[in-house]
Structures are given as structure tokens and as C-alpha cells.
């Protein structure tokens, strides 16, 4: 097994449910809004860290997208994400 050098940062979790690592953004649970974090990440992975557990990971990326898992969402989000181009016209 390969060793990986890690680094390691302390966040805290924005009102849009993301922290900032490297200048892109993971999605953490939505019931951690506002709650210091701390992300351990390598070239290849992003682990989220709450009170010394890991809550989550993402695979590292290095575009300006935010990476978010629809489980971390609060469910109302979750039901506006999964609308179709065609719901969103009928809505409009």
C-alpha cells in the first residue's frame, strides 16, 4: 500500500452546507451548519472530520465546481435538485 502525504485544515461549515478546502467546496451533512469541521486531504481524497469522526469524503477535485452529495442536503433541496429542465419551465 502506497502512502499518501496529507494536510490537514480546519473549516467551519457554511450556511449552504459546503466547506472550503483548497478553493473548492464538499458538501458535509446539512444538520452541521455553522459547526467547525476539519478536512484531512490528499491528492486523491477529501475526508471531513467532526469531533475527531469521519462524517464524510469526497473524492478530490480541482475545478471550481462544488462537490455535493444529495444525502447531504436538507430534503427540501433535495426536491428541487432532482427537477427536470421541463419542471423548472412549467414552474417558471
Known sequence: QRYELAEWKRC???????????????????????????????????????????????????DRRPSTKAEHMPRSHRAHAEWTPSRLIRWA
Open 12 to 62: 467551519r461549515v457554511n450556511i449552504d452546507y459546503h466547506v472550503e478546502v483548497d478553493h473548492h467546496y464538499y458538501s458535509v451533512p446539512h444538520q452541521l451548519l455553522r459547526e467547525n469541521v476539519e478536512a484531512r486531504y490528499t491528492t486523491s481524497i477529501v475526508e471531513i472530520y467532526y469531533k475527531g469522526k469521519r462524517i464524510t469524503s469526497h473524492r478530490r477535485r480541482y
